[in-house]
Structure formats: structure tokens, C-alpha cells
């Protein structure tokens, strides 16, 4: 079974329990005066469970294009490895520890820190430039959301004060 | 008419605003040059900023800069690296390349811009025409033919989205329409579907979500595949600007009519300026004469001015039921009406009345806008050029953080950045499976709206009955179903009927 019918099978399972939510649970703590509206909290999602799982059963059931079918510059997941996976995986953990990170430690070293691994994750090696660059791009970036916007982003770890 | 021209003068001849019309298209053409960051991206990072300016007017005519930049950035970079970073200026590669590998790119990239300017200009003045009357008419509907109308734009969305993904893109819509039912809704004081956790009291962030549906994966992609992001030439030098007479009688016509075709494609929801661009390639080369023909492809300045002029037209079409409506067709007039929201503006028949300043200031900000591009960027182009230099070591990294900064910035909170990298995960994937993606936003956007004018007819009407009562509703909802079967219907023929000459031989 091809990914598009794969994926369609775990949309499908999520609707049906988004339907189950829908039709059974959440119409349970709905007061009374509310239960004669013509129109309650779960209508709407009730609408939606139906056509989801009409149109996600159409795709499991049906034919799915096949790798051949490629389009230019689109990426044949049949073979992943093929492409740069670690890369793109690493960066996604280096996201993840950016967002948990961000706060605690601070935007400027967090923020430097994610911009000099990734670019040396990329293959990046000239660290006499690389270390300026993400410095100074910070720098501007914390300027211009903190002082021209006025958006509050903690510039240093937790324990050196709110620095704003 | 008049009147709403001088208020939109006035409006957009400040110089606050003239300063964001002429920023917002050079940041627009910057970061639209780059691959990776398309229009949709790039508007959702302004955001922030645009929330931040207060003003809606001139937020909204910065994002409008933007988005037009954003074109131009990303037709220069079709012409100057066969690299085009979204989907509407492919066409634009076809000829355009050829020109600039001809040694001719300065050529190009003036034909590009005089027709985009021309395409946007006819575009905007459709855009007077057009929008007031529609406005009129749709003074006259009630929250059921709200409800039909936002059924009849999602239905056109799925039925375009091409043969064999209208159950795709419809399940995207619906899985866009769910995600929008999550969080806690104004008709109801209920949170719905939180799970019990508590950052999803307030439901998804709409920005968070854009950047996860289109920035994240194209980043993801970049990375995965190397050669995506390769920009050489991009640093060569680009000469001669100028355009002969007889060029400019040649693409005078195909301008015209381009641009007119352009919009009216461009004001239907969901086939916007891709489909337009497309069409608009295609029947210029079908009309032309044998040699001019032959020449289609190989650098033909005609193939290159009729996607440009016919996608310019298309996106100000879609700012018709953006407008009038607040019904967005694409992804990128979405995310505007995202931003319109947020900023309390409310998008629909009542906009020219209640804000005409809005709505005026926006169509006028549009000349400038194609104005500023004609004048300021092409000649700067050489220049902008330059940052298609930026190696990938640095300009991925780069691409992550700002579409992380959008994310955090729009909701000042970490957990948004970790449902980022998670929903952008899941778009990779569904892209890898070829499901697209704008029908998903587009949904989620008119989620609340569409729940909100379903309730409110159900209650006026108690039940669905409003369904049968509004004859306007009925014929809306009827259109919405024939968008629908229509296109599995002929796709089905279509096979039987192969199925049917391949079993004859």
C-alpha cells in the first residue's frame, strides 16, 4: 500500500476518534437550557466526522498514484536514504531543543547556538566566520524584536535577571 | 467610486504608508528570491511585525507589498536560476531561462517586470470595478448564504486541486476545517477536543500553522535535497535592462490579454494565479503565429510576458472575495484574512462601508506597489541578485529560525515552537504523499466562520430547515456539490473510457 493510503488509514482512525468525542462525550457536561438550542457544541464536529471519513475512505479504497508518477523536483520518499535524512532529522531535533531551550537559557546564547550547530550540521567549517555572522545576526534580530517592535524576548539565562 | 479613490489617496499617500509599500516590496522581493521562502511564508512572518504596526491600514499594505515582492523575488529567481520558489512563477522558468542562458537576462527580467506591472495595474482597476458590485450584491445575503458561499469556496478549492486529488484535497479541507473546531470557540464558552491540555485552550495558532504547512517543509526539503537550493549564477552580472519598440508592440497584446483572463481566474477560489499563469502560457502559445510558436520554450519574449501578466492579474483577483466576501481562494489570501482578524478588521460587504479607508487604501497601495517594483527594484535587481550568493550553509539555518521567530513572536510561547516542529513534520510527510496543503489552511482559517454562520442560521431557523427556506442557500449548496462530483465524475469516464481503447487493441 502506497503512503498516501497509509496516511489516509491514520487520518481516518483519528477522525473516527475526533467522531467518537463528537457524538458521545462531549455533549455530557452541556446545560440544559443549552440542550434546546437547535444547534449544540458537537454539531458541527459531527458534520465534519462524516465527511472526513467519507473522503479518507475514498483514498484508502482507492488507487494511489504510483513513485513513477513523480513530479519534477518532488522528493521519492521510496527512497529516502538516497537524501541528506540525517541532516534534515538533526536539524528537526535541533529545533526541538531550540524551543526547550529558549527560555531557560536565554535567546542570544540558544539562538547562536542553534544557528552555528546547524550550519556545522550543514557541513559548514569556517568557524572564524561562522561565529561572527550568527553573532551579529542575533544581535540584530533580538534589536529588532525587542526595541523596534517591543515584543519581549529574554536575552540571557534565568539567573542573570530579565535583561529587558 | 470617486470618493472611495480620494479617501484611498489619502489614506496611501502618507508617508507612513508609502514607506511600508515600498519596504514591504523590497523585503518581499529579497527573501521571495531565495528558494525555500515563498509568498505564504513570508507574509507569515510579517505578521507579527504588521500586528505590531497597530494601524490595519497600513499593516495590510505592507503585507500587500510584500506579497507582490514576494512575486517579483520569485519570478527573478525563475529567470536567473531556473529556480523558481513557488509554483505560480514555473511558467515564468520557461521562457524566461532560456533568455537569461541567451546572455539576455536583463531583457527578461524588464519584460517580467513591465508585464507584472501592467498585470497588476489592468488587475487593480478590475479590482474598482468589481469588488463595489459584488459588495452590493452580497450586502444581501444572510449568515445561510454566508455558510453556502464559504461550502461553495472550499468545494471550488478541492474540485481545482487537479484529477485524481479532489478526495485529497477535500480531506485536507475537512482535517483543516476539524483543526479549527479545536480550543475553545466564541459561540460556545466550551473547549472542545484540548485533550486537557491546556496550550490548546486557545486552539492552534494560525501562524504557527502556516509556517508548519508551507515554510517547515520547504526548509525540509532543501535539506533532504541539495540540489534544490543550487543558485549558481545567480551572482552574474545582469546588463542591459532595456527593451526594443517592436519587443514591446509584441507583448503589448499578449499583456492585455492576459491580464484580463489573469483576474477573472484569479477571483475564482482555489484556481488562483499557478493555474492562471499555466493557462495563460498555453493559450498565448496556441494563438500564436508558426514561427512565433516555435519559438515558445527557447526564449520567446511572448512566452515570458503571459504568465507574468496573467499571474500579477490573478493575485489581485483574489483580493475581489477576499474583499467583499472575506472569503480567501488561496493559501496566501488566507493567511491576509488570518491577518485581518487579528488586527479586528472584518473582511466582507460591510468593509467598504464601515473602513472604506481600508479597502481604498489597499487597491491604491496596489498601483504603488506595481509602481514601486517597476521603478525601484528592477533597476536595483543587480544588486538584490546578490543575495542568491547566500551559501545553504547559511541561508537554511537561517530559513529555520525565522520561521521558528514567526511561530514564537505571534504567541510569545515555547510550546508553540514544539507543536511547530511536530504539525511540520506531518506536512513533510502528507507532502511526500502528494496532498496539498493550501486547502488544509484555508480551512482551518474559515473554520470558526463557517461554524459561526451555521449555528446562526441554525438557530434562526431552528434546525437545518434554512437549508430548503433560502433558495439562495439551496442553489449555493447545490453549486458546491456539483464542484465536487463533477471532476471524479469526468476523471471516471476518462478512465473507462482508456480502459475501453486499450481493451480494443
Known amino acids: 500500500?502506497?503512503?498516501?493510503?497509509?496516511?489516509?488509514?491514520?487520518?481516518?482512525?483519528?477522525?473516527?476518534a475526533y467522531g467518537y468525542a463528537a457524538f458521545f462525550t462531549i455533549d455530557a457536561g452541556l446545560p440544559p437550557f443549552m440542550q434546546r438550542n437547535a444547534i449544540w457544541p458537537s454539531t458541527f464536529p459531527k458534520?465534519?466526522?462524516?465527511?472526513?471519513?467519507?473522503?479518507?475512505?475514498?483514498?484508502?479504497?482507492?488507487?494511489?498514484?504510483?513513485?513513477?508518477?513523480?513530479?519534477?523536483?518532488?522528493?521519492?520518499?521510496?527512497?529516502?536514504?538516497?537524501?541528506?535524512?540525517?541532516?534534515?532529522?538533526?536539524?528537526?531535533?535541533?529545533?526541538?531543543?531550540?524551543?526547550?531551550?529558549?527560555?531557560?537559557?536565554?535567546?542570544?546564547?540558544?539562538?547562536?547556538?542553534?544557528?552555528?550547530?546547524?550550519?556545522?550540521?550543514?557541513?559548514?567549517?569556517?568557524?572564524?566566520?561562522?561565529?561572527?555572522?550568527?553573532?551579529?545576526?542575533?544581535?540584530?534580530?533580538?534589536?529588532?524584536?525587542?526595541?523596534?517592535?517591543?515584543?519581549?524576548?529574554?536575552?540571557?539565562?534565568?539567573?542573570?535577571?530579565?535583561?529587558? | 467610486m470617486l470618493e472611495g479613490i480620494m479617501i484611498g489617496l489619502s489614506?496611501?499617500?502618507?508617508?507612513t504608508n508609502l514607506m511600508m509599500v515600498i519596504g514591504g516590496c523590497l523585503i518581499g522581493t529579497f527573501i521571495g528570491m531565495l528558494p525555500g521562502l515563498g509568498p505564504m511564508s513570508i507574509i507569515s512572518i510579517m505578521i507579527p511585525v504588521a500586528i505590531t504596526i497597530g494601524d490595519p491600514s497600513a499593516a495590510l499594505i505592507l503585507l500587500a507589498g510584500v506579497y507582490y515582492g514576494a512575486i517579483f523575488g520569485g519570478s527573478t529567481s525563475s529567470i536567473l536560476i531556473n529556480a523558481p520558489g513557488v509554483a505560480s512563477t514555473v511558467a515564468t522558468s520557461f521562457d524566461g531561462y532560456p533568455l537569461a542562458r541567451a546572455g539576455k537576462a536583463g531583457k527578461a527580467l524588464t519584460v517580467a517586470a513591465i508585464s507584472s506591472f501592467c498585470g497588476g495595474s489592468i488587475g487593480?482597476?478590475?479590482?474598482?470595478?468589481?469588488?463595489?458590485?459584488?459588495?452590493?450584491?452580497?450586502?444581501?445575503?444572510?449568515?445561510?448564504?454566508?455558510?453556502?458561499?464559504?461550502?461553495?469556496?472550499?468545494?471550488?478549492?478541492?474540485?481545482?486541486?487537479?484529477?485524481?486529488?479532489?478526495?485529497?484535497?477535500?480531506?485536507?479541507?475537512?482535517?483543516?476545517?476539524?483543526?479549527?473546531?479545536?480550543?475553545?470557540?466564541?459561540?460556545?464558552?466550551?473547549?472542545?477536543?484540548?485533550?486537557?491540555?491546556?496550550?490548546?485552550?486557545?486552539?492552534?495558532?494560525?501562524?504557527?500553522?502556516?509556517?508548519?504547512?508551507?515554510?517547515?517543509?520547504?526548509?525540509?526539503?532543501?535539506?533532504?535535497?541539495?540540489?534544490?537550493?543550487?543558485?549558481?549564477?545567480?551572482?552574474?552580472?545582469?546588463?542591459?535592462?532595456?527593451?526594443?519598440?517592436?519587443?514591446a508592440k509584441e507583448i503589448a497584446p499578449?499583456?492585455?490579454?492576459?491580464?484580463?483572463?489573469?483576474?477573472?481566474?484569479?477571483?475564482?477560489p482555489g484556481a488562483g494565479a499557478t493555474i492562471a499563469s499555466f493557462l495563460g502560457y498555453a493559450v498565448e502559445r496556441n494563438i500564436a503565429s508558426k514561427e512565433d510558436q516555435e519559438k515558445f520554450g527557447k526564449g520567446s519574449v511572448k512566452g515570458l510576458a503571459a504568465p507574468e501578466a496573467a499571474n500579477n492579474a490573478a493575485c489581485t483577483g483574489s483580493f475581489v472575495p477576499l474583499l467583499t466576501l472575506g472569503i480567501p481562494g488561496s493559501g496566501t489570501t488566507a493567511i491576509l484574512l488570518g491577518a485581518l482578524i487579528a488586527l479586528n478588521v472584518n473582511p466582507g460587504p460591510r468593509l467598504m462601508i464601515d473602513q472604506p479607508e481600508i479597502f481604498w487604501a489597499v487597491i491604491i497601495s496596489m498601483y504603488i506597489g506595481n509602481l514601486v517594483l517597476l521603478v525601484l527594484n528592477l533597476p536595483l535587481i543587480p544588486y538584490i541578485a546578490k543575495v542568491l550568493a547566500v551559501p545553504r550553509n547559511y541561508l537554511i539555518p537561517f530559513i529555520l529560525f525565522f520561521t521558528m521567530m514567526g511561530a514564537y513572536i505571534g504567541q510569545n510561547n515555547a510550546t508553540e515552537l514544539l507543536l511547530l516542529v511536530g504539525l511540520g513534520i506531518c506536512a513533510t510527510v502528507l507532502r511526500f504523499a502528494d496532498y496539498p496543503l493550501a486547502p488544509l489552511l484555508i480551512g482551518f482559517i474559515l473554520g470558526s466562520m463557517l461554524e459561526d454562520n451555521f449555528a446562526r442560521s441554525m438557530q434562526l431557523y431552528d434546525g437545518i430547515g434554512f437549508i430548503m427556506e433560502r433558495p439562495m442557500t439551496l442553489g449555493l449548496l447545490g453549486i458546491a456539490v456539483i464542484l465536487i462530483i463533477l471532476p471524479s465524475y469526468r476523471a471516471r469516464r476518462a478512465r473507462m473510457r482508456a480502459r475501453g481503447i486499450a481493451d480494443g487493441d
Open chain 2, 124 to 247: 487593480a482597476i478590475l479590482l474598482m470595478i468589481f469588488a463595489p458590485a459584488l459588495a452590493t450584491v452580497a450586502l444581501l445575503f444572510h449568515s445561510s448564504e454566508y455558510f453556502a458561499l464559504m461550502v461553495v469556496g472550499l468545494s471550488a478549492i478541492a474540485a481545482f486541486a487537479g484529477t485524481g486529488q479532489v478526495a485529497k484535497a477535500m480531506l485536507m479541507t475537512v482535517l483543516g476545517l476539524i483543526m479549527a473546531t479545536v480550543g475553545e470557540g466564541a459561540l460556545f464558552n466550551l473547549p472542545r477536543f484540548t485533550m486537557g491540555i491546556m496550550d490548546l485552550q486557545s486552539g492552534f495558532g494560525f501562524i504557527t500553522l502556516a509556517m508548519a504547512m508551507f515554510a517547515l517543509p520547504e526548509a525540509l526539503y532543501l535539506v533532504l535535497d541539495p540540489s534544490r537550493s543550487n543558485t549558481e549564477g545567480g551572482g552574474g552580472e545582469i546588463k542591459d535592462l532595456r527593451i526594443t519598440k517592436e519587443e
Open chain 2, 11 to 15: 489614506t496611501a499617500f502618507t508617508l
Open chain 2, 254 to 268: 499578449v499583456i492585455g490579454r492576459q491580464s484580463v483572463q489573469g483576474f477573472l481566474i484569479g477571483v475564482l
Open chain 1, 47 to 164: 458534520v465534519l466526522t462524516v465527511l472526513a471519513i467519507i473522503s479518507s475512505v475514498i483514498i484508502v479504497l482507492g488507487k494511489s498514484k504510483g513513485s513513477e508518477e513523480l513530479k519534477d523536483g518532488d522528493i521519492d520518499y521510496t527512497r529516502l536514504t538516497d537524501y541528506k535524512l540525517g541532516q534534515a532529522l538533526s536539524l528537526l531535533a535541533m529545533m526541538a531543543i531550540y524551543a526547550l531551550m529558549l527560555r531557560p537559557v536565554g535567546f542570544v546564547i540558544s539562538t547562536v547556538a542553534f544557528l552555528s550547530i546547524s550550519a556545522v550540521i550543514l557541513g559548514e567549517r569556517k568557524y572564524v566566520y561562522l561565529l561572527p555572522i550568527t553573532v551579529l545576526a542575533t544581535g540584530i534580530v533580538w534589536y529588532l524584536v525587542q526595541v523596534v517592535l517591543g515584543i519581549y524576548l529574554r536575552p540571557l539565562p534565568y539567573f542573570l535577571g530579565t535583561g529587558g
Open chain 1, 1 to 16: 500500500m502506497a503512503l498516501d493510503r497509509w496516511i489516509a488509514l491514520v487520518i481516518l482512525m483519528i477522525c473516527m
